[in-house]
C-alpha cells in the first residue's frame, strides 16, 4: 500500500465525517421545517433554537481543531557535535533502511523512541524529519537493541509512514474536538459518534500494519535477535522506569524537593537491580491488546521477528550510552531544560531522600497529633502533649481512631505503634538518625553509627502501666528530644492523592457541584456549568493539574474529618457524612449526573461504607 494511497484513505475518512455532519443538517432542517408545519410558529422557533445552536456548538469545535497546529518538537536537541557517535550510528542506519536519515535527533525523557516529519500535501511531499529517542532507552539497553529501535523508526520513514504525520493529527484532533463538544443526551451526536469509532478503528488498523512493516525493517538491518530482545525489552524497562518514580522521585516531587541528577538515577537504579530486571525479563512479553489499540500485541510482534530470516548482524553488548559523549551531562542537560522547578529545593539524591522521607513522617506525625486534639484533649500539638496523655492515662483514647476493631483492653497498648512514628520523628529531628539512600534496597531508618533505628520497644515501654518515665530516660540517652516534634499542618492536604472516582451534576448541601472522590479526601467544584458537559468536565479537571492542586482550587474534605457516614439511597446514591465538629455534608446524586469512568458510583459507595464501618 503506497503512501498516496494511505494518504488518501486519511482524508476520504475525514470527509466523510464532515460528509455526515451535512447529512445531519439536512435531517435537521428537515425536522425543523416539518414541526413548522405540524405545530404553531413559535414552538418551531424553539424547536429550531435549540437543535441549530447543538449543531453550531459542533461546528464551532470542528473548526477550531481543523486550524490546531502539532505541537513544536519537545525534547533536547543532540548536535553532532555532542554525540558523534550517536549520529554517525544513525546515519549509517537510514542508509542500510533505504532513507533520508532525520534532520534532528533529540532526547526524550520517555521509555521509547518515535520519529516525525514535517509532511505536505497530505504526505505526498516529505520535510523535515525528526528522530526522538528515550534517554532510558539509552541508559538501560545494549547497543545492538537500540540498533534495532533506531532501525524500527527509520522503517517508518522508509515506509513512508510519517507522510500521513498531518492528516491523522488533524483528523483525530477534528473528531474528538467534534465529539467532545456533543453532550451525552444529543441526539445530532449518535451519528458523529458512530462515525467516529469507525474512523479510530479504520485508523488504528493502517496503524498495527505500519508497526509490522517497521519490525521488518529493524530484522532486516539489525537482526532478529536484537529486534526481539530490544522489543521484549521496552515494557520491562517501562516497568522499572515507573518504579523509579513512584518509589524514589514522586514522594520528594509532591513535598517540594527535587533531585540534582534525576535521569541520571535511573541509570544508578537499572544497574544496582540487575537480578530483578532479569526477573521481569523472564515473563512473558503482553499478549492480547484492544482493537482501539494503535499498536499490536507485543507477543505478536516478537513471533513475526523470530518467523523472518535472520540477518547477518553480529551481537553488540556494549551498553548503548557508549553512544553518548557524555550521557551524565546530558541528563542534567535535559532536566534543566525541560523539568520545571518552581520553587522546589533541589539537593543530591542522599540529602533528597532523607528530606522526602522526613517530610513523610512529618506528615504522618500530623494525622496523630490533629487525632489526638480531636480524641483525646490534646491541648499542646506536638510530642510533649502527647507523652502527657499518655501519663493521664489516656492512651486507650489516642489509640481509638487508629484501630477501630480493637477491644478496650487492646487499645491501651496498641497505641505503641503510633508512638513509634512520633518517636522516629524526633529522633531524626534531634539529629541521631538519618535516612540512607539506596539504589538496591529501600531506604532505611538508620542510627548515626549506620545500625537500624529501633524504637519499638521504648514506644511499648512508655504506654505500659508505670513504664513512661524509664522510656522517657532512655530518649534522654539517645539524645532524642521530644520537643522537636510539633504540628506543622493544622488540616490534612491532597499532597500526594489520587483521584479515584468523579461524578457530575451532583448536589451538595442542595448546590450544584461536581464532586471527586481522592485517595485521601473528598473534593467539591462549585458552579460546575452545562449538565450536558458532566463527563467531559470531569476528564478536563483531572487531566488539567495534579489532584493536590484540584483540592486546593476547591473544596476540600480530608476523610479525616468526618466523625460518621451512612448511605441514606444506594440509586442514586445520597449519602450524610457528619464532620467531627458536628456539622452535616449531605452528597446526592442525581438521575442527570455522568461519571468519568464506568465504575465511579461503585467506588464512591464503597468510600462511603468504609468510612461508615471505621466510625461505628
Known amino acids: 500500500m503506497t503512501s498516496a494511497f494511505r494518504a488518501l484513505i486519511c482524508a476520504c475518512m475525514l470527509a466523510g465525517f464532515y460528509l455526515v455532519g451535512l447529512v445531519e443538517l439536512s435531517l435537521v432542517i428537515g425536522l425543523i421545517v416539518w414541526v413548522s408545519i405540524a405545530t404553531s410558529p413559535f414552538v418551531a422557533k424553539l424547536f429550531a433554537g435549540a437543535l441549530l445552536g447543538a449543531f453550531g456548538a459542533m461546528a464551532v ?14 525534547g533536547l536537541p543532540v548536535g553532532r557535535a555532542d554525540a558523534p557517535l550517536l549520529w554517525s550510528t544513525v546515519e549509517d542506519l537510514a542508509r542500510e533502511a533505504g532513507t533520508r536519515a532525520p534532520d534532528e535527533i533529540r532526547l526524550v525523557p520517555d521509555v521509547n523512541a518515535a520519529v516525525t ?28 537493541q537500540l540498533r534495532s529501535v533506531i532501525a524500527h523508526e527509520l522503517g517508518h520513514y522508509s515506509g513512508q509512514h510519517t507522510r500521513l504525520g498531518g492528516v491523522a493529527y488533524r483528523g483525530r484532533l477534528a473528531i474528538a474536538g467534534t465529539v467532545g463538544g456533543i453532550g451525552g443526551a444529543n441526539p445530532i451526536g449518535w451519528g458523529f459518534k458512530a462515525y467516529a469509532n469507525l474512523y479510530l478503528l479504520v485508523d488504528n488498523a493502517l496503524t498495527r500494519r505500519q508497526e509490522h512493516e517497521a519490525d521488518r525493517t529493524a530484522v532486516r538491518v539489525a537482526g532478529r535477535t536484537a529486534a526481539a530482545s530490544a522489543l521484549h525489552d521496552i515494557p520491562v524497562l517501562d516497568a522499572a522506569w515507573g518504579f523509579f518514580f513512584d518509589s524514589y522521585v514522586a514522594a520528594g516531587w509532591e513535598y517540594g524537593y527535587l533531585p540534582d541528577d534525576l535521569f541520571g538515577g535511573f541509570a544508578q537504579l537499572v544497574a544496582a537491580r540487575q537480578e530483578e530486571i532479569a526477573a521481569l525479563r523472564e515473563k512473558a512479553p503482553p499478549g492480547e491488546r484492544s482493537k482501539w489499540d494503535t499498536h499490536p500485541p507485543v507477543a505478536e510482534r516478537i513471533a513475526a521477528i523470530m518467523a523472518a530470516p535472520e540477518a547477518p548482524e553480529a551481537a553488540d553488548p556494549r551498553p548503548a550510552g557508549v553512544l553518548l559523549t557524555d550521557p551524565v551531562a546530558a541528563g542534567r542537560a535535559m532536566q534543566q531544560t525541560m523539568v520545571e522547578v518552581g520553587d522546589r529545593t533541589v539537593l543530591p539524591w542522599p540529602e533528597f531522600t532523607h528530606a522526602a522521607l522526613t517530610a513523610r513522617m512529618q506528615r504522618g506525625a500530623d494525622r496523630i497529633l490533629r487525632s489526638a486534639t480531636r480524641t483525646a484533649g490534646v491541648t499542646e500539638p506536638g510530642l510533649p502533649g502527647i507523652l502527657a496523655a499518655v501519663a493521664a492515662g489516656r492512651s486507650t483514647d489516642l489509640a481509638a481512631p487508629f484501630f477501630p476493631d480493637a477491644t478496650r ?70 539524645g532524642i528530644d521530644p520537643g522537636t516534634v510539633t504540628q506543622v499542618d493544622r488540616s490534612e492536604s491532597a499532597i500526594g492523592a489520587r483521584i479515584i472516582a468523579g461524578i457530575a451534576n451532583c448536589k451538595v448541601d442542595d448546590v450544584p457541584h461536581d464532586v471527586f472522590a481522592l485517595t485521601n479526601g473528598f473534593v467539591f467544584v462549585a458552579d460546575p456549568g452545562d449538565a450536558d458537559e458532566g463527563k467531559r468536565r470531569l476528564r478536563e479537571l483531572a487531566s488539567a493539574a495534579p489532584a493536590a492542586e484540584l483540592a486546593a482550587r476547591n473544596r476540600f474534605l480530608p476523610y479525616e474529618e468526618i466523625a460518621t457516614a451512612r448511605v441514606i439511597k444506594e440509586v442514586p446514591l445520597r449519602a450524610e457524612l457528619t464532620l467531627h465538629g458536628g456539622t452535616t455534608v449531605v452528597v446526592r446524586e442525581q438521575w442527570s449526573s455522568e461519571t468519568i469512568s464506568k465504575k465511579c458510583q461503585d467506588a464512591f459507595a464503597e468510600i462511603i461504607e468504609g468510612l461508615a464501618e471505621e466510625t461505628r
Not at 61 to 74: D, G, I
Not at 124 to 132: H, I, N, P, Q, S
Not at 445 to 456: A, I, K, N, S, V
Open 61 to 74: 469545535a470542528a473548526w477550531r481543531a481543523m486550524r490546531a497546529k502539532p505541537e513544536p518538537p519537545q
Open 409 to 478: 483492653r487492646e487499645l491501651g497498648a496498641r497505641f505503641a505503634e503510633p508512638l513509634a512514628a512520633l518517636l522516629e520523628l524526633a529522633a531524626v529531628r534531634s539529629g541521631v538518625a538519618r535516612w540512607r539512600h539506596s539504589w538496591s534496597a529501600p531506604a532505611e531508618l538508620l542510627y548515626r553509627d549506620g545500625t537500624p533505628l529501633e524504637l519499638g520497644e521504648i514506644a511499648d515501654r512508655a504506654v505500659a502501666p508505670g513504664g513512661l518515665d524509664e522510656a522517657l530516660r532512655r530518649l534522654a540517652a539517645l
Open 117 to 144: 516529519e514535517d509532511s505536505r500535501l497530505l504526505g505526498l511531499v516529505g520535510g523535515r524529519r525528526y528522530l526522538y529517542l528515550g534517554l532510558p532507552l539509552l541508559q538501560a539497553m545494549r547497543v545492538d
